[in-house]
Nanobody, 127 residues
Framework: QVQLVESGGGLVQPGGSLRLSCAASGRTSSTSPMAWFRQAPGKDREFVAAYRGANGNTYYADSVKGRFTVSRDKVKNTLSLQMNSLKPEDTAVYYC????????????????????WGQGTQVTVSS
């Protein structure tokens, strides 16, 4: 089992920044894929960013590319999401996810790829 705990959410004005963190514990592996997803009220959960543990490659949704940066600290066993130039449409509950094995890159954007999920942290972008 893997336990994931997110932190860092909050209220921020448009154009501001937040940094989310996800602490992983349990049967974790440095090669496991990890990702961030988000879910806004009344909408489906959507992919935000992923870190492919096998080679360190990162992947982003088009809506956040150039504004968000995902990174992983393998020593501290954490996944971070630096969010800059935030927009009201970024408002959502953000979830950290971790998977098993080494899926191909095209699978990293799919929620079904991930086996473990955190409880989520709320991000609200509003003036």
């Amino acid at each position: 089992q893997v336990q994931l705990v997110e932190s860092g959410g909050g209220l921020v004005q448009p154009g501001g920044s937040l940094r989310l963190s996800c602490a992983a514990s349990g049967r974790t592996s440095s090669t496991s894929p990890m990702a961030w997803f988000r879910q806004a009220p009344g909408k489906d959960r959507e992919f935000v960013a992923a870190y492919r543990g096998a080679n360190g490659n990162t992947y982003y949704a088009d809506s956040v590319k150039g504004r968000f940066t995902v990174s992983r600290d393998k020593v501290k066993n954490t996944l971070s999401l630096q969010m800059n130039s935030l927009k009201p449409e970024d408002t959502a509950v953000y979830y950290c996810a971790s998977g098993l094995g080494s899926p191909i890159s095209s699978m990293l954007r799919r929620a079904a790829t991930y086996d473990y999920w955190g409880q989520g942290t709320q991000v609200t972008v509003s003036s």
